[in-house]
């Protein structure tokens, strides 16, 4: 027992030490790539990175949780106390129980946050989507005589700028298929841009075509929802915003209006492929935990960096690849949904298993 409780307590500094490597390190990174290549005002990117992080906590934490395992592990090995645990006959499954335990105690953690927390979550980010939208437009670098959204099909040049008024614009629009706006590409005498609780409008004053064809004598009306001039935030989502509970309502409903129409189907079908697939997930941290340990016991003295190098490798190539052909397979109907929720952790828990038996019986 006291070797578990010395290991148990060895790993969890290590893991709370690895979580806060990792996420500061994401944490730069979120700031760096919505501040340089996305647009968002640095202020908005730093206030909400924290809120970015916490929607990936789901692979972040149990990435932290491998790192910790291949360190505490990694040193037992170096410093031969694994050698001097079989020499004293001790079964090597004792020395695997506190990663066993933490794995569990983080998996039923990531259940709740996933089932429960993220999806609240999501509902604050749909607001953090109107303020970067609004900061985008209000915020416009003062030499700026250019403005550019091409998910939105629009892009404006003007000359003079007042606030949110801009005096003698070119604008160029073009609508998505379907959109009910007209494609514009010409000269406006003035834009303003007017915000309400649900979109971005664009007034639009005295517009003439390019090819002098078309002269609009009433103001025109363009209307875009933030989600449109919102810089890509990379975290976009379908269904993940609801809570397990109402997941599981919406598969009940949609099984039984299954005979009205295809729809139907395909909406249980991803409320399934999504309850599956955070149930999943959860699991992460304990397989991530029991691939991590053997690595770092096999691969001896001088050799950690090679035993994270192997178990990130593992997580990098087979993991996330298995991870987004589930995603793919989530709209194909031939495939068992839990096949598509299960593919990834089932390869790398198959893996950490067989490792562990190796690890066991050798």
Known sequence: MRLQLYMLRELLVNFLLSAAFVYFVCCVGVVLQAFASLGVPLVVAVKNAPLFLFLVSDIL?????????????????????????????????????????????????????????????????????????????????????????????IYMRWDRRDGLTFDHVYIKHDPPQGSRFRQLNGVADRVTILFDPAAVWMQIDGFRSSDGTTAVSTDLLLKFLYKELAPESGFETKIRFFRTDDLIASAVRAESRLEEGPR??????????????????????????????????????????AAVVVALAIVFVVFFPLAKLGDALTDVPAVPSWVAAWLAIGVVSTISGGLVFRLCTR
Not at 76 to 90: D, H, K, L, P, Q
Not at 94 to 116: E, H, M
């Open 61 to 153: 934490t149990p990435l932290a949780f491998l790192v910790a395992v291949l360190f505490t592990y990694g040193r037992m090995s170096a410093e031969s106390e694994w050698v001097a645990v079989r020499a004293c006959g001790i079964h090597p499954f004792k020395v695997l129980v506190p990663t066993l335990v933490l794995g569990l105690l983080l998996s039923a953690a990531q259940f709740r946050i996933l089932s429960d927390t993220i999806p609240t979550m999501w509902v604050q980010r749909n607001k953090l989507t109107q303020e970067i939208a609004i900061d985008s437009i209000k915020n416009l670098d003062p030499g700026k005589s250019e403005f550019s959204v091409p998910k939105a099909g």
């Open 264 to 305: 139907w189907s395909a909406e249980r079908r991803r409320a399934l492929v999504e309850v599956q697939r955070r149930a999943a997930w959860s699991f992460c941290a304990l397989a991530f935990g029991l691939l991590g340990a053997p690595i770092a016991l096999w691969l001896r003295r001088g050799t950690r960096l």
